[in-house]
């Protein structure tokens, strides 16, 4: 069966956020939707996501899954307002808990804080299957960027979130926690093994200024032209290649805010005696 799929690119993060449907039964699920924050003045807005929002109601959709394919660590996670005004279950990959466990200890959140995934409607395994209607859809495991990546499988698409960009940007940085340059590579052979014609969708684009934003290629594109993993790079140039890239690269802009969000499945940490919820910004700890 064939899913509709429906982009929405937010500018002020460069992040793609998507609605796969299934027509014949009227179900969809919403892929890491963003929560509008900004960082000057701490205050959240809803726009990127009452997008999807109003999208869903006008063609009569029902919410069934909101999947984060991580912790993002470049914008918040618009999930919990997608499910309060849609419903749909939250979900993740398993290993969010290791994720979890180290920014615990980073953000030296509160003991109520627990790494064990329960902020999350549903916790995927690697190979589980599930549905979108009618539609089978499976989740993977692309460990690398972070331990807890995971891509989804949807008919002949694969939402692969922050583990390939486009052929001529190129593939994510693997130096967060738990990050591993060795294991993102064979997360992408991994995906690039799936057949040629398989529709991939990134989670980000950051183009040249000779091309438009885009968000979709194929594994027979990748595997031909993306420019730090097409066939022929071996497992070893791949690894000096990322590691040295990613020394270079800044922390990103929201990545104290976004994280402490992100671990909580899109809930702001809770408030304090006067009503007030608060972000800690850890002092050279990063």
């Known amino acids: 069966m064939t899913a509709q799929i429906q982009a929405f690119f937010d500018p002020k993060t460069s992040t793609v956020s998507y609605v796969v449907a299934d027509l014949a039964t009227a179900r969809a699920a919403v892929i890491d939707p963003v929560l509008d924050f900004d960082f000057k003045s701490g205050r959240t807005t809803t726009v990127a996501a009452d997008r999807i929002l109003d999208f869903i109601r006008q063609r009569g ?21 997608i499910q309060q005004h849609a419903h749909g279950r939250i979900a993740i990959g398993a290993h969010i808990r290791d994720v979890q466990a180290v920014f615990k200890k980073l953000f030296n959140l509160e003991r109520s804080f627990l790494p064990d995934g329960s902020q999350f409607d549903h916790l995927f ?26 891509a989804y499988q949807i008919g002949d698409a694969v939402f692969v979130g922050d583990t390939l960009f486009m052929p001529d940007v190129g593939t994510a940085r ?12 064979r997360s992408i052979r991994r995906l690039l093994e799936l057949p040629s014609h398989t529709e991939i969708y990134v989670c980000h684009d950051y183009p040249p200024a000779t091309r438009e934003v885009r968000w979709s290629t194929t594994v027979g594109e990748q595997r031909a032209a993306n420019i730090h993993v097409h066939d022929g790079i071996g497992e070893d140039d791949f690894v000096r290649m990322r590691q040295a890239r990613d020394a270079t690269l800044q922390v990103p802009t929201l990545i104290l805010p976004s994280i402490q969000v992100n671990v909580r499945g899109g809930l ?14 850890p002092i050279n700890a990063l």
């Open 125 to 150: 395994e690697d190979g589980e299957v599930f549905h979108i209607g009618g539609i089978e859809a499976k989740a993977l495991l692309v460990s690398g960027h972070t331990p807890a990546d995971m």
């Open 268 to 281: 702001l940490p809770p408030p304090d005696e006067n009503g007030v919820s608060y972000l800690r910004i």
């Open 61 to 81: 959709l029902q919410l069934d899954w909101i999947l984060e394919t991580h912790a993002h660590a470049d914008h918040i996670s618009g999930a919990r307002h």
């Open 174 to 185: 693997a130096d967060f926690p738990g990050g591993d340059a060795r294991q993102l590579f």
